[in-house]
């Protein structure tokens, strides 16, 4: 899977990279569109 986070936490440009078959990679899709945004990482107190 290759994705990209946004600066707002969202995800965004799915794609499947190596896809195993039997539906694993529009399953693997389907859940990352359905996952909340994520938290920003922090640092020493800083958000990286």
Known sequence: MSFI?????SIS???????????????AIRVLKLSPNWK?????GKKS
Do not use: N
């Open 5 to 9: 986070i946004e600066k707002d936490a």
């Open 13 to 27: 440009e799915i794609k499947v990279l190596r896809d195993s078959g039997y539906g694993t990679g529009e399953e």
């Open 40 to 44: 920003p990482d922090e640092q020493d």
